[in-house]
């Protein structure tokens, strides 16, 4: 969580800052900062709680002069959210500027012995420690700030992104970063420089970019090519990337938010998935990422599915994909239970990690401690050249575009895309599913994009219904088999967005406790396009009429039986079962995206959530 962004060069840094803060807007929104500098002025920093548009209206008619700048956009960890709080922080002296995304886990050791040495601290976040050690080892060796910075950073136990200015040296910006992710951007030339914590503040100026690798520490000086170091003070050489962004995908268009956007986007962004993957003349699925390395994946005797939040949902539905149709065991673990868990896991275990991120802490460390074992890890995420992407030994991105919204959609379905067809090639190449499945599965596939836009058409019919929801309390979703991740999926959108308590159940796991919940208050949301588990689904819901549950039914189209029973009904087409989860989710997207707007609340930026959850 927390967005940086740095610009050095010949244009006025402040628009390019305040340009790149909104693209980073997802990673935290609860105060915003900058500080400007250029030669023969102070440094000046104005902060402000609240998002960035905030911080725009406070500097109308300031001093925003300065060609070198950095800023922040915070969620906050230690501390607040206000405006002393925010970022960028000053040193002692106010000569040192800096901005911060991670934590700093031995600040407050540090704090002590900064206080007994005669500094004073103004907020009460962790970054400011960091700020002020840096000037008193400057103070100390008579060191410039590179090497400042390289020796606090040696102190630092956490996680970090950070960059400094320094008013005694202003055309200069060091950036480092352990942990947390940051990208440098190099225009023609050396003539200017960009820093950020995602490429999307950068790309519209430059493709070249270079990735900054755990420990490593940037010093861009205007006029020359940048300088890697490493924490050991060893030069690297730095690995300068072609990255091209999509921006169309970046816009809103008609729609009033990003996410209602990115649920509509989803028939297309599941073809954008399966293209040249989904061979649909030769009826087969070809991934390169099997071709590539056919053995560890083939030949593998366990799977581990690593990941959190909605991607840890997709990765309940690859387990039964898996399980299903290549034979092999899987488990699905959080990964910040999994990271502290003393794992069984080594050489000859495949761990499958998912983010669409893919700069989500606990799943990155998750990946270190399997790495260090001995694991083979297989990426699927979203966020091209992300740090998970280049910490997996192999992987597939699910190409579905930059996710804008706080609350995850399309890639979900996306990362559903992606397991099922990773399970069909794995399983195929294992002679594991027969033939006729794999070819009437890949079939079906093909109609999964259609049969969506055949479910967003219902968008006004569940508007309606959830005009009734607005004041409600709490809600349960119950799912069975394939659906029963859809369920929980369908209860965090709503948690996220409408903050509304919601929990999800397996149907039959309701006897067993939840079931003592339901009365006339309770809405339930009970997903039943399961043919296979369609009557006992059916005994579920009537299980909840008894208690006089409201019943909101997802049913596959032309449904006679739960029509007479459920409240509300939403239709989608048929499909196979294995396939369902890709229908049955969207009713739930949409479900919660229009309880949100009623509310009133800010669908796109919930309260205290971050898309990038950078800090364990
Ligand atoms: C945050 C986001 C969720 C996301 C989760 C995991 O909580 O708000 O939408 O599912 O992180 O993120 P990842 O990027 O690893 O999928």
Redesign the pocket.
């Given at each position: 969580m927390c967005g940086i962004v740095g610009y050095l060069g010949k244009r006025e840094a402040f628009p390019i800052l305040i340009a790149g803060l909104k693209r980073l807007e997802y990673r935290g929104y609860d105060s915003a900062g900058v500080a400007l500098l250029s030669s023969g002025k102070d440094l000046r920093v104005y902060k402000e709680k609240g998002k960035v548009a905030n911080l725009e209206q406070l500097v109308a008619g300031r001093d925003l002069s300065g060609t070198i700048g950095i800023a922040h956009t915070r969620w906050a960890t230690h501390g607040e959210p206000s405006e002393v709080n925010a970022h960028p922080h000053l040193s002692q002296s106010g000569r040192l500027a800096l901005v911060h995304n991670g934590i700093i886990e031995n600040y407050s050791a540090l704090r002590e012995s900064l206080r007994e040495k005669g500094f004073t601290f103004r907020s009460s976040t962790d970054t400011e420690v960091l700020v002020q050690l840096i000037e008193y080892i400057q103070q100390k060796y008579s060191t410039d700030l590179p090497s400042a910075v390289r020796i606090s950073l040696n102190k630092i136990v956490g996680a970090y992104a950070i960059a400094v200015i320094d008013r005694e040296e202003p055309d200069m910006i060091v950036a480092a970063r352990k942990s947390s992710p940051l990208v440098v951007g190099i225009g023609e030339d050396n003539k200017e420089f960009f820093i950020a914590s995602d490429a999307s503040p950068i790309a519209d100026y430059t493709s070249q970019m270079v990735y900054l690798d755990d420990g490593e520490i940037v010093t861009i000086r205007r006029g020359k090519p940048i300088q890697v170091i490493n924490l050991n003070n060893e030069t690297i050489d730095p690995k300068i990337e072609q990255v091209e962004m999509d921006f169309g995908k970046m816009q809103k268009g008609d729609f009033p938010h990003f996410m209602l956007k990115e649920i509509f986007d989803q028939p297309d962004c599941i073809e954008d998935c399966m293209r040249g993957r989904l061979l649909t003349s030769k009826k087969r699925i070809v991934l390169s990422a099997l071709q590539l390395h056919h053995k560890e994946l083939v030949e593998a005797k366990r799977i581990t599915i690593i990941?959190?939040?909605?991607?840890?949902h997709a990765g309940l539905i690859g387990k039964q994909l898996l399980e299903s149709y290549c034979r092999i065991p899987v488990n699905v673990e959080y990964?910040s239970e999994f990271r502290y868990s003393n794992p069984v896991i080594g050489k000859g275990d495949v761990v499958i990690a998912?983010?669409?991120?893919?700069?989500?802490a606990d799943?990155l460390a998750a990946i270190q401690l399997a790495k260090e074992k001995g694991a083979y890890i297989f990426g699927i995420v979203?966020?091209v050249g992300s740090s998970?992407a280049r910490a997996a030994s192999m992987g597939t991105y699910i190409h579905v575009g930059p996710e804008i919204g706080?609350?995850?959609t399309k890639?979900?379905t996306g990362?559903v895309t992606v397991l099922t067809l990773l399970s069909l090639a794995i399983g195929r190449e294992r002679g594991t599913i027969d033939p006729e499945t794999y070819q009437q599965i890949v079939t079906e596939l093909a109609n999964i994009p259609d049969k969506i836009r055949k479910v967003l058409k219902s968008n006004e019919h569940i508007e309606e219904i959830s005009k009734m929801f607005t004041y409600a309390k709490n809600f349960i979703y119950l799912g069975r088999g394939y659906n029963y991740p859809v369920a929980l999926e369908g209860a965090l959108k709503l948690k996220?967005i409408s903050y509304i308590h919601a929990e999800g159940y397996p149907a039959a796991e309701m006897k067993h406790g939840p079931i003592a919940l339901i009365d006339a208050d309770m809405p339930v949301v009970c997903i039943a396009t399961d043919k296979t588990l369609y009557p006992k689904t059916v005994s579920n819901i009537q299980e909840i009429k008894a208690r006089h549950g409201h019943i909101i039914a997802i049913v596959p189209e032309g449904d006679v039986t739960i029509h007479k029973i459920a409240d509300d009904v939403i239709e989608v087409p048929e499909t196979l079962t294995c396939l369902t989860p890709l229908l049955s989710t969207i009713p739930l997207q949409l479900l919660a995206y229009h309880i949100a707007v009623r509310k009133d609340l800010n669908v796109d930026q919930p309260r205290n959530?971050?898309?990038?959850?950078t800090v364990e």
């Open positions: 990941s959190c939040g909605t991607s840890w990964a998912i983010s669409q991120s893919g700069e989500t799943t979203n966020a998970i706080v609350a995850s890639a979900f990362q996220e959530l971050a898309k990038s959850v």
